[in-house]
């Protein structure tokens, strides 16, 4: 079965990049997902990418792949205090007919004036 | 991308009540809608997904019983917590399932329950 794993805790300062990092079991080919989730507020799809994708850039975000190591990045560019949330990495495999997403613990990312 | 509605946001309730949650597809025909649930500080766990016209599937150690699931139509699903007890209280979350990777991806904005 599917298993994410995140670390629980970054701290930057702002202005600095940030990198919150991921890693996934499924062997099989997969999209992969970062949302940003504020405090008492919903789920926001920040990104995606498929598992035959190295890379993906949008804006101050960079999300790279390592599909051999199975390890997913998320790369903030020139974080602000508004970035400070919760990053939680997901992933859905293509064949095994299962469409929901099976989620990271979520990464708390702290952002320091 | 797929807009997901869901209602109430914020919901208080007495233990022993029942609380009903709806999520609505707004532009798209959902015949499979996912329930998710997440306990303070935790991650999103799936718990059920809802069928149109037929019955829902559990995720293992979700209780059918409790957590009821209607999907009467293609554009709602509705998650009625029945007896509810504080250890219910939780964020819960609904999606919809279509082509392509992005129409799982977008949730509703969520329903916080607080059972006292």
């Known amino acids: 079965g599917e298993d994410v794993e995140q670390s629980l805790f970054l701290s930057v300062r702002e202005g600095d990049s940030s990198v919150i990092n991921c890693t996934y079991t499924?062997?099989?080919?997969?999209?992969l997902y970062w949302y940003k989730q504020e405090p008492g507020a919903g789920l926001q799809l920040l990104t995606y990418?498929?598992?035959?994708?190295d890379m993906k850039q949008d804006q101050r975000l960079t999300v790279l792949l390592n599909k051999k190591d199975k390890h997913l990045s998320l790369r903030i560019a020139d974080t602000q205090t508004g970035d400070s949330a919760i990053y939680f990495c997901?992933?859905?495999?293509?064949?095994?007919?299962?469409?929901?997403?099976?989620f990271g613990s979520g990464t708390r990312l702290q952002v320091q004036p | 991308g797929a807009v997901v509605s869901q209602h109430p946001s914020r919901v208080i309730c007495k233990s022993g009540t029942s609380v009903k949650i709806e999520c609505r597809s707004l532009?798209?025909?959902?015949?499979?809608m996912f329930w998710y649930r997440q306990f303070p500080k935790q991650s999103l766990m799936l718990m059920a997904t809802?069928?149109?016209?037929?019955?829902?599937?559990?995720e293992q150690g979700v209780e059918k019983d409790k957590f009821l699931i209607n999907h009467a139509s293609l554009t709602l699903s509705t998650l009625t917590v029945t007896s509810a007890h504080p250890e219910d209280s939780s964020f819960y979350i609904c999606?919809?399932?279509?082509?392509?990777?992005?129409?799982?991806?977008?949730f509703g904005q969520g329903t916080r329950l607080t059972v006292v």
């Open positions: 990418i498929f598992s035959n994708m």
């Open positions: 809802s069928n149109e016209g037929s019955k829902a599937t559990y």
């Open positions: 499924d062997s099989s080919s997969t999209y």
């Open positions: 997901a992933e859905r495999p293509m064949d095994t007919g299962r469409r929901a997403l099976t």
């Open positions: 999606s919809i399932s279509g082509q392509g990777p992005t129409i799982e991806a977008f």
């Open positions: 532009d798209f025909q959902a015949t499979t």
